[in-house]
């Protein structure tokens, strides 16, 4: 996520308020900064270790999900952190009387990455101080004004967690226009601890939504390891019933347009080709498995699923496409991690070699060529995700490893011809 250097200043001196006014640090919070020695520990030389709970362990996965796989994300315990981040000109996790407090930032350059995990003294402390970053935004009565630049602040319904959890949507206008970028604040308290992060994109209105199921992706593990600090005070945390089958059905999905354009550039059914009009019921591609791991469908998804699936086929070869529709866009973007992970590990198994194909559709898609090396035969899998939706186009045919590129470029110009209606699946369109 790339930020111009020239928006840069404006964004972490505004929106991330590098220069805070409201709240100021206890007398013991601010000599241990000025010290540098860690808040957390104890004074007493006879303490040993803390009860469980009441200490953030060295090998907690705050900065999981920050970077590449190979980067290594260095914490501490010491630093800013979000502590200047203000909200209607309050910092609200500055002055905290912290029991132990551990930061992870991958800020630098043009981008701003920061997460801050405070463990306080009761889970009331953490309930309130998370219903402070909900309830300052509607208390100012205009957007943050910095210079030439508006701050708006959205809250919104936190992914991880009824309130007091709570996500923050900032957005940006300069010299009245609207511009690119956004910074995504999620806000989740679990017993005495609180996270928090911040996370700038320049994602355009096209791709807000899916830059913001990006952060939540990007910091699942981190919030799912705040399990170690729960008391069974936190709102939800009490272990969910095994969901129903109605409660996986796809009443809450988006429906798929009834012209909806799979078919196109199928041939008619004659006495050679069979061709299966579209249909929610059909056989589709079935299961596609890459070295032991399966791709596709992936549709037992929370919240459900719609579909629609046709298909031709005749004297060697088949031309098949799926849509899957899925309950939002956090789902999809799991689902195409799985396949865009098997593409990366799988090269092939007994007969089979995989190939992955790089083609470009203007959106999310992974490319896979399947031939073998024991005779001919060559297929392609294209799995292209728009918003809450993902299309597979597939063909197969007498080929070889040496045709694939061809067979690729086919399917990419049929992807190219269906996806323009996959915007029915975004919240803002494409």
């Known amino acids: 996520m790339r930020l111009r250097s020239t928006l840069l200043g404006a964004v972490l001196a505004g929106s991330l308020a590098l220069a805070g006014c409201g709240g100021q640090p206890s007398d013991s919070s601010a000599a241990d900064e000025a010290s540098g020695s860690d808040p957390a520990a104890s004074s007493d030389p006879t303490a040993t270790t803390a009860e469980p709970g009441t200490e953030i362990p060295d090998d907690f996965p705050l900065a999981a999900g920050m970077g590449g796989p190979d980067d290594v994300i260095a914490t501490s315990r010491t630093g800013t952190g979000l502590r200047d981040l203000t909200l209607c000109d309050t910092a609200p996790l500055r002055g905290l009387g912290t029991r132990d407090r551990l930061i992870a930032d991958n800020s630098g350059g043009e981008s701003a990455n920061t997460r801050e995990l405070v463990l306080l003294g009761n889970p009331d402390e953490a309930r309130l101080v998370a219903e402070a970053f909900a309830a300052l935004p509607t208390e100012c009565q205009s957007p943050t004004d910095i210079g030439t630049m508006e701050t708006r602040t959205e809250v919104r319904e936190s992914p991880f967690g009824p309130a007091p959890a709570t996500t923050l949507l900032q957005t940006y206008t300069f010299d009245r226009r609207p511009g690119d970028g956004a910074t995504v604040i999620h806000v989740v308290p679990v017993g005495a601890a609180l996270l928090v992060t911040s996370t700038y994109g320049q994602w355009t209105d096209a791709t807000l939504e899916d830059g913001v199921a990006e952060t939540v992706d990007a910091v699942r593990q981190t919030v799912d390891a705040l399990a170690q600090f729960d008391d069974g005070t936190t709102p939800g945390s009490e272990a969910s019933p095994e969901p129903s089958e109605s409660a996986t059905t796809s009443a809450d999905v988006p429906a798929i347009p009834d012209d909806f354009p799979l078919a196109v550039g199928l041939p008619e059914d004659d006495g050679d080709t069979k061709v299966s009009p579209p249909a929610p019921d059909g056989e589709g ?73 790089e083609r470009d559709t203007g959106y999310d898609t992974v490319t896979m060529g399947l031939t073998y090396d024991n005779g001919l035969g060559s297929s392609v899998f294209q799995v292209t995700r728009v918003g809450s939706a993902r299309l597979m186009v597939s063909t197969y045919g007498e080929g070889s490893l040496s045709s694939l590129d061809q067979q690729a470029d086919q399917v990419t110009g049929t992807t190219e011809k269906i996806v323009p209606a996959m915007c029915a699946f975004t919240k803002t369109g494409c």
């Open 285 to 357: 591609m079935g299961e596609v498995e890459m070295c032991g791991s399966e791709v596709w469908p992936i549709d037992q998804t929370a919240g459900g699923t719609r579909r629609l699936v046709t298909a031709t086929h005749g004297p060697e070869w088949f031309d098949g496409r799926e849509l899957v529709v899925h309950a939002d866009v956090e789902v999809a973007l799991d689902a195409m991690a799985v396949i865009r992970q098997a593409a990366a590990d799988c090269r092939g198994v007994d007969h089979q070699v995989w190939t992955v194909l």
